[in-house]
Nanobody
Framework: QVQLVESGGGLVQAGGSLRLSCAAS????????MAWFRQAPGKEREFVAA????????YYADSVKGQFTISRDNAKNTVYLQMNSLKPDDTAVYYC????????????????????WGQGTQVTVSS
């Protein structure tokens, strides 16, 4: 089992940047694919980005391609989401999630594919 704790959220002006971190407990972090999802008020949770346990491949939602970058440091049991050129539409609670037991190339993008979730961190982008 793995526990996930997100950090790095906050209030930022449009055009600004934030880097989210997700720290994982447990010795098998390197065996998990990791992903970021987000949920805006009144909307369903949606996929943002995912990364294989081997750090490649990575996948992004069309809405954040070229704007966000997911990465991981297995030695630190941490996954990151670098968010640049933020827009008010990026305002949401951001969640990290872990998925274990798949080949390195099989990185999923559905909420239901992920076994473990953090508590979320709020990102608010002001116009």
């Amino acid at each position: 089992q793995v526990q996930l704790v997100e950090s790095g959220g906050g209030l930022v002006q449009a055009g600004g940047s934030l880097r989210l971190s997700c720290a994982a407990s447990g010795r098998t972090f390197s065996a998990y694919s990791m992903a970021w999802f987000r949920q805006a008020p009144g909307k369903e949770r949606e996929f943002v980005a995912a990364i294989s346990w081997s750090s490649a491949p990575t996948y992004y939602a069309d809405s954040v391609k070229g704007q966000f970058t997911i990465s991981r440091d297995n030695a630190k049991n941490t996954v990151y989401l670098q968010m640049n050129s933020l827009k008010p539409d990026d305002t949401a609670v951001y969640y990290c999630a872990a998925d274990r037991g798949r080949p390195y190339f099989d990185v999923r993008r559905l909420v239901t594919d992920y076994d473990y979730w953090g508590q979320g961190t709020q990102v608010t982008v002001s116009s």
